[in-house]
């Protein structure tokens, strides 16, 4: 993903508006919020997931690293964020969230002050997702640097001491807590890996390696209810990966409508099954990007014009 220029960011954002196509399909309480990465203002945005919010252009939470909360000596990497994701760990609750430019943090929710964790891993690196550890450790996923690496946070809010795994475009890495380990997704391969040693001395070990049915691996997310499964993404399709069989299947419900190239993130509302899809947009000044998010189970699309999305993710917490 290339950086972009101040003046057309300006002019994206200051043109920003909002629209949603769809009736409402349950409850507001029940909907949740989704959470986006949006690379024109370069925040992560939470969204309420109901019709009346977005026509209103409600933005519920924005987040981004500056002097207020501490971050402000790693800004210079927050370019082009590329995850955002929802975690809780010892009743807390926490953004993760990486970004192209070398930027990664764990972030309180959503006081959005005093980082549990962050750093700055190389912008030539290119992260791409992170995940919270049980025993407070982070993992990330670079997709140029071809690695995924298990960061020592417990040990200290700016600690980058790390162990590494090798594996080409990593782009996704998702914890397993009823297998006990930590699924990578790279280019060619979905690999399940052990996280041993100590909090302080982490050693990872790969425990299995299955061949990817089409190349350009990118999405990696649980599908919720279902702990057997997984969601994988490719830059041709969207598979169920069975954890138990080893296969991966495009037969599945509501494949016609979220099984499609290019998709950049896809999850699933654990409190109503609708899924949620990001996929590159046809046309849009960045070609990585759209501007519109699919949902499936009913059937709908929330469009932020002049939007920079690349991924969006259900937000239940």
Same mark, same amino acid.
């Given at each position: ?105 764990? #972030?309180?929710?959503?006081? /959005?002050?005093? &980082?549990?964790? %962050?750093?700055? !891993? +190389? $912008? ?56 006990? #380990?930590?699924?990578?997704? /790279?280019?060619? &391969?979905?690999? %399940?890996?052990? !996280? +041993? $040693? ?120």
């Amino acid at each position: 993903m290339k950086i972009m220029r101040k003046s057309l960011v300006a002019m994206l954002v200051a043109g920003l508006s909002l629209a949603a196509s769809a009736p409402a399909v349950a409850d507001a309480r029940d909907r949740g919020s989704i959470v986006i990465t949006e690379q024109a203002s370069k925040r992560i945005l939470v969204l309420p997931a109901d019709r009346a919010s977005w026509q209103n252009r409600k933005i519920s939470w924005a987040w981004a690293p500056n002097s207020a909360n501490g971050l402000a000596d790693l800004a210079g990497s927050w370019s082009n964020p590329s995850d955002a994701k929802l975690a809780e760990r010892n009743g807390e609750k926490y953004l993760l969230t990486s970004a192209s430019g070398g930027f990664v943090a764990v #972030v309180p929710y959503p006081a /959005g002050d005093k &980082a549990y964790w %962050a750093a700055n !891993v +190389g $912008g030539p690196a290119n992260p791409h997702s992170i995940e919270l550890l049980p025993d407070g450790n982070v993992a990330v996923a670079a997709s140029t640097g071809g690695w995924v690496r298990i960061y020592t946070a417990s040990q200290g809010q700016r600690s980058t001491n790390y162990a590494e795994y090798p594996l080409v475009g990593a782009h996704g890495v998702v914890w397993d807590a009823g297998r006990n #380990v930590l699924w990578a997704l /790279g280019t060619h &391969a979905l690999v %399940a890996l052990s !996280v +041993g $040693g100590t909090p302080a001395a982490p050693v990872v070990t790969e425990r299995r390696s299955v061949p990817l049915p089409s190349k350009g691996g990118h999405d990696l997310q649980p599908v919720p209810y279902r702990p057997d499964l997984l969601w994988v993404t490719t830059e041709s399709a969207v598979y169920q990966f069975g954890k138990t069989s080893g296969g991966f299947s495009r037969h599945y419900a509501g494949a016609r409508q979220i099984d499609q190239p290019d998709v950049k993130s896809v999850t699933t509302n654990p409190r109503t099954g609708q899924v949620l899809t990001a996929s590159i947009q046809e046309g849009h000044l960045c070609t990585w990007c759209t501007d519109t998010v699919r949902l499936a189970f009913p059937r709908a699309e929330l469009a932020l014009h002049g939007a920079w999305i690349y991924k969006a993710r259900w937000w239940i917490g």
